[in-house]
């Protein structure tokens, strides 16, 4: 697993991959203001607004993003830990 040829054509593919999660993301952004600008011709900001708060509903029902929120705080409460040299480990 250490063959450097194995490592470089996987860091190539990874990187290939965030360019095109990057790509994806900034499509998303535009179509949300294209659907923002029909939403409320007058004041696109407040379609904006509403497609935001949407979203946040959307993740809020989501279960699976409520596991990832849980996840990402438990690894944040990890690292401090480690930053600090603090251990759940009594003895």
Known sequence: MDDPKLIAGLSEHLIGFQRQIADLRASVEVLKVLEAMRLNPTDPQKGLELIR???????????????????GELVKILQKMKATGATTHKA
């Open 53 to 71: 708060q949407l979203e946040q509903r959307h993740l809020e029902l989501d279960p699976l993003e409520q596991k990832r929120n849980e996840l």
